[in-house]
């Protein structure tokens, strides 16, 4: 299908995510606002002095709020809907930029860190489940990538403003960001499969309308939906049936194999750490700041490039892929701070941290970087999917603080090189555990999906006529 002719069918889907997942352009923003802004605050010229332990604390505080944030976002979601939850956390997120820029105390920065955890992690439940539920099975993965495209752009507008730009710069895009998300994005439609779910079945058919550009097959599809709802409700939406339950045991176990892998390959503590890593590189060659900026260019190039050929080559093959050469990428990069930290003279090759590192943000961001976002949203069932969500975003949380713990203690007791080694074999075991457990979802739809999770083959989650018969069972 041409360009002209798939925005033509699927324009308000796609306006629809744009306008959702500008509170997660800027999530991507106070994810990353430590890297350039802590040698600030710790420099002479700044107006909130903080000291080293200080500067680490803003970077865990971030992610503490997203923990507890946890059931604030189940409820908010499940009750209220997808739409009014993307709402809710572009608003705190707009109160927390607010903080920041009008603060000189060190505390109110705190608070806000920790509230702007606290609504990211709202907007990374809510935003993935709407997308899903709102886009046709063809562009999908392309539609559920841009949450990840529109967080590294937030990425990219930290890095450059933060280490070229006044203080009050950055606060104030993220507040021109959550501003235009709380007053357009409540003109746009809410998901249908949450309005059948909750028994409002015109409603559903008025958003589906909306959404859908061929309206023969609108019937069709809502009927498909309350199927598929009605046999989700079926099943048990208790916590312990996260558990007992074989697909959402099996989802459970995706997740936990997918962020553990993104995180132990070392993004969070990369992230939050960009300057002083390749301080501690000793590069003659760019400086630091301009390095981060072309570090965020060349992640948010490769997210781009992910979401527009995963439908096309599958999710499973872009983890591979990636986490294959972001392994090979960090275990150069090892062997290089390890030579620098036993003595050996390597100015002369202090190119190869920055090649390593931006080869890392090419392939991390290919795969390892944006997959598990897209199955985490695909692979729930309506009955338990803001609770799995939220356990997979606890999954995404805690695998993102042990990580910046052990960098920490690794460097202070044995150096830079040994936390990159463990980084490294991360992603190589991350690259077994996928080719073995982890199920293809392109062009399946939820409902296919859910019949794999259930152990169906291949063969007959193919076949409509099966999948038709197993729905009604």
Not at 397 to 410: E, G, K, N, Q, T
Not at 457 to 462: E, I, L, P, T
Request: with cysteine; net charge positive; charged share 15%.
């Amino acid at each position: 299908m041409g360009t002209r002719s798939l925005l033509k069918d699927c324009w308000i889907q796609i306006l629809a995510t744009v306008l959702g997942t500008l509170m997660a352009c800027s999530n991507g923003m106070a994810y990353g606002w430590t890297s350039p802004m802590v040698p600030y605050l710790m420099s002479n010229a700044t107006h909130i002095p903080i000291t080293l332990h200080q500067g680490e604390f803003l970077e865990t505080i971030f992610l503490f709020g997203g923990v507890a944030g946890l059931p604030a976002s189940i409820f908010v979601v499940n009750r209220c809907g997808r739409k009014l939850s993307m709402i809710i956390s572009s608003f705190v997120g707009c109160l927390c930029w607010i903080m920041i820029l009008c603060t000189y105390s060190l505390h109110v920065v705190y608070v806000a860190r920790f509230f702007s955890g606290m609504a990211g992690n709202m907007v990374f439940i809510g935003a993935p489940m709407y997308i899903a539920e709102i886009a046709e099975p063809r562009i999908r993965g392309f539609l559920s990538a841009s949450i990840y495209t529109m967080m590294l752009l937030g990425f990219v507008l930290v890095y450059a403003a933060g280490a070229l730009l006044p203080f009050y710069v950055v606060p104030c895009m993220g507040i021109v960001l959550t501003s235009l998300q709380v007053l357009i994005f409540p003109f746009m439609p809410e998901s249908p499969y949450f309005y059948v779910y909750t028994n409002r079945d015109e409603k559903a058919h008025k958003a589906l309308a909306r959404l859908r550009s061929n309206s023969s097959n609108i019937d069709k599809e809502i009927e498909e939906i309350k199927i598929g709802i009605e046999r989700q409700k079926s099943e048990k939406g208790r916590l312990q049936d996260m558990i007992l339950i074989r697909s959402n045991r099996y989802a459970l176990f995706v997740m936990l194999v997918l962020n553990c892998t993104q995180h132990f390959a070392g993004i969070s503590v990369i992230l939050m750490n960009f300057h002083s890593i390749l301080a501690e590189a000793g590069s003659i060659y760019v400086s630091t700041a301009i390095s981060a900026i072309f570090f965020a260019i060349i992640m948010l190039t490769a997210v781009t490039l992910a979401s527009m050929i995963m439908d096309r080559f599958g999710r499973k093959f872009l983890l591979i892929t990636s986490g294959l050469l972001t392994g090979t990428a960090l275990l150069i990069m090892t062997i290089y701070f390890h030579l620098k930290n036993t003595g050996h003279d390597v100015q002369s090759i202090s190119w190869i941290p920055i090649v390593c590192i931006m080869s890392y943000a090419a392939t991390f961001k290919l795969g390892l970087g944006i997959v598990p976002i897209v199955v985490t949203a695909e692979i729930f069932s309506s009955k338990v999917k803001a609770m799995g969500m939220t356990i997979a975003d606890l999954f995404y949380v805690l695998p993102a603080i042990s990580s910046i713990h052990v960098y920490s203690v690794l460097v202070e007791n044995y150096g830079i090189h040994v936390p990159f080694y463990v980084f490294s074999a991360s992603s190589f075991l991350g690259v077994i555990l996928i080719y073995l457990y982890v199920p293809e979802t392109k062009g399946k739809t939820l409902e296919e999906i859910q019949l794999m999770l259930k152990g169906h083959n291949k063969k007959q989650v193919d076949s409509d006529k099966f999948v038709r018969t197993a729905l009604v069972s």
